[in-house]
């Protein structure tokens, strides 16, 4: 008898895995979905990348959608974001569209699409990079706190909060600063085929919104889902899109103390960090 019920429970197993399978392949899309939301920080980076190699590797995917609703972030996260997009663009079309605010570092990875969208009332651009730490010096001075430090160079502690920064400190930082800022205008220009010179009038730091991102040529197109509909079509030569909505897997952390709160706790960390950061802030 028991023989029996395990015979029973394992065939229909089978036959509900066999129905699974069948039912995903069926209603598949042909077109994947990857959101980038919120502030870019490395951890989401390496998530987002991970889902854009996935669907990159699937042949059941012709195209992909890349929506973005971010201020930036990370300048390394978004530039390797940038790449990922790009290199997934060179094997099956990719087109972002950007819903309220595609800024800096976000701006950034949407330049590797082969086509950008923003809705009309879309804030875009923002093209800059920035240093900032927190500098607690003064009330550290007042309340009798200090840091030892022993180091092996004058500004090999550069950023330390306890100390006020020194002009070596901030001639340093500023060629850093430069430096990334002259790769993200670069990427931009050549991807965007603007010339540097022309691009730069407007990479200072100004968003604009999406007819004039359209104007300056930051954007292809403004419309909705619609619009980005319809150039995937162009690009991909797909007569009836369908959308496969990639979800986000969610961090530990996010399922031990829920989504909410941890990206709170990153973004803490986000502002805590001394680092070269793409991000707009509003």
């Known amino acids: 008898m028991l023989k029996k019920s395990i015979t029973i429970f394992f065939v229909i197993f089978i036959v509900i895995f066999i129905i699974n399978i069948v039912y995903y392949y069926s209603n598949k899309g042909n077109v994947a979905v990857i ?18 190699k996935d669907v990159q590797s699937d042949s059941g ?66 093209i800059g990079v920035l240093f900032e730490t927190l500098n ?21 502690d550069v950023g330390n909060p306890f100390r006020k920064p020194t ?3 901030k001639a340093m930082l500023q060629r850093v600063v430069n430096g990334i800022y002259k ?9 965007r085929h603007i010339k ?24 292809d197109a403004v419309g909705s889902m619609e619009k980005a509909k319809n150039i995937l079509k162009k690009e991909s030569g797909i007569k009836s899109i369908r959308f496969t909505f ?7 952390v996010g399922n031990l103390i829920g989504e909410r709160f941890s990206f709170f706790l990153d973004y803490i960390e986000f502002k805590l960090t001394p680092s070269v950061k793409a991000i707009f802030y509003d």
């Open 35 to 52: 959101n980038i939301d919120g502030i870019i920080t490395n951890s989401d980076a390496s998530r987002w990348i991970k889902q854009i």
């Open 61 to 126: 995917y012709k195209a992909i959608l890349i929506k973005i609703n971010s201020p930036g972030g990370s300048a390394n996260a978004s530039e390797k974001l940038y790449l990922a997009i790009k290199k997934a663009d060179k094997t099956k079309p990719v087109v972002a569209i950007i819903g309220a605010l595609g800024a800096s570092g976000a701006y950034y990875a949407a330049c590797g699409a082969r086509k950008i969208v923003a809705y009309p009332t879309s804030v875009v651009g923002s």
């Open 136 to 156: 607690i010096s003064g009330l550290a001075d007042k309340i009798g706190i200090s840091s030892f430090v022993v180091k092996s160079g004058k500004i090999k």
């Open 167 to 169: 002009e070596a400190d």
């Open 183 to 191: 790769q993200f205008l670069d990427d931009v220009a050549q991807s």
């Open 196 to 219: 540097p010179e022309v691009l730069k009038k407007y990479a200072n730091g100004s968003v604009f919104a999406a007819d004039d991102a359209l104007k300056i040529g930051l954007i």
């Open 246 to 252: 990639i979800r986000k897997n969610k961090s530990i």
